[in-house]
């Protein structure tokens, strides 16, 4: 039994218009989270436009046809950009998104009104949104930063989408298929799978936005806000399995622990922000004089501990006085003076029986005891049999 297509775009209007106020809401919430914003500018425009389209019976024809075209090319724009900035990528400018929408617009306006085909208007429209639909789902579906189940679903729901356009396409241009589907029952077929999308695009949007703040809330636990590198639980977190790999495999595995010698008179004389910066300058010596493989965190305060997998005892020192050489040789600013700081470190190597990474610290948290006992702006080694 056929549908009312004007029941179809009753309903199409107001769930388009029940997303974005769920888009809205969302957005609302978080903040923070971006591309959101621009998504529910662009759900809200599409539904105006779909609106428009619904009223063409009792509004003049260049508010149906020609500004609802437009504000369809602009919708579908905004949710691209969304759908880019959601994902952490570069923004598409605002000149873009502004000439499609006037380019849309015009050769609406020319193809309907001064040609006076609407075949050829359809086509072209059709034509931009199948482009845009494809758009929105590679960002998707190419996902970057978070590819989890709800963005390969919307991806897929968008590419889908894009093949309901380039089909309508086909039908315009191609009279052949209309043999094979009802012109009338396709037009049923594209509303409800509108109304479908439009709902799980909403719904898709809320679960990938609280996904992308359960990581940001992840992401903060594990970081020290100051140097952004692992904190103490996160770096026991990481490198516990890179123990057990080098148990498993027998091979070396070193810990260094570090602290800035005479800290507390760095903060004292220039104040905590000079110290913070002397801090955050340590740690870029000790990333720049680790390898990819390493794994530093902060211990606390002026204490910091690195993990070096497949590193003996000889590599170990070297990698630590070079670091310390790195330290004593530099100097951070602070208004027209230069602040000399160095490092005592502490280093263990495990090379033969199982041990746990606590003794492990335990043991370079020794050499490290030493170090500061033998004057400071040393390397003191322990090795220990694991």
């Known amino acids: 039994m056929a549908l009312d297509i004007r029941t179809l775009f009753v309903v199409l209007t107001v769930m388009m218009m029940v997303s974005a106020l769920a888009l809205w809401f969302t957005w609302w919430l978080n ?6 914003l621009f998504l529910a500018y662009g759900q809200s425009i599409l539904s105006i436009g779909i609106m428009l389209i619904m009223l063409r ?10 500004i609802a075209d437009g504000l369809l090319a602009l919708g579908y724009m905004l949710l691209y950009k969304g759908a880019r900035e959601f994902q952490l990528r570069s923004s598409v400018p605002k000149i873009v998104i502004g000439g499609i929408t006037i380019f849309a617009l015009l050769f609406c306006i020319y193809f309907q009104f001064i040609m006076e085909s609407n ?30 189940p709800a963005t390969i679903v919307v991806g897929l729901l968008w590419l889908f989408h894009s093949l309901v356009n380039f089909t309508q396409v086909l039908g315009l241009i191609w009279s052949p298929i209309n043999v094979l589907m009802d012109p009338a029952n396709y037009t049923e077929i594209m509303m409800i799978e509108s109304i479908v999308l439009s709902v799980s695009f909403a719904l898709g949007v809320t679960i990938m936005t609280t996904n992308r703040l359960q990581e940001e809330l992840r992401y903060k636990a594990m970081i020290d806000p100051l140097t952004e590198i692992f904190n103490r639980r996160a770096f026991f977190s990481a490198a516990e399995p890179a123990v057990s790999r080098a148990e498993r495999f027998g091979t070396p595995i070193s810990v260094l622990v570090m602290d800035l010698d005479n800290f ?36 606390g305060g002026e204490e910091f501990i690195a993990l070096l997998p497949d590193t003996d005892a000889e590599q170990a020192v070297q990698i630590a006085d070079r670091l310390r050489k790195s330290m004593s040789k530099s100097v951070v600013k602070h ?25 492990m610290v335990k043991s370079a948290d020794e050499a490290l005891y030493e170090a500061k006992n033998l004057g400071r702006n040393r390397v003191a080694f322990i090795e220990i049999a694991r």
């Open 31 to 36: 903040r923070t989270v971006n591309g959101v």
């Open 335 to 359: 208004n027209d003076e230069s602040i000399h700081t160095t490092v005592s470190i502490g280093v263990t190597v495990c090379v033969k029986h199982p041990t746990s990474l606590e003794d």
């Open 57 to 66: 019976q009792k509004i003049d024809p260049i508010l149906s046809i020609a």
């Open 119 to 148: 075949s050829a208007r359809m086509i072209f429209m059709f034509s931009l949104l199948t482009i845009l639909s494809i758009a929105i789902a590679k960002e998707y579906l190419q996902s970057d930063t978070s590819r989890t």
């Open 264 to 299: 507390k008179n760095v903060n004292d004389t220039f104040g905590h922000a000079t110290g913070d910066k002397v801090l955050c300058h340590f740690v870029d010596l000790a990333q720049a004089s680790l390898r990819g493989a390493d794994i530093l965190g902060r211990f």
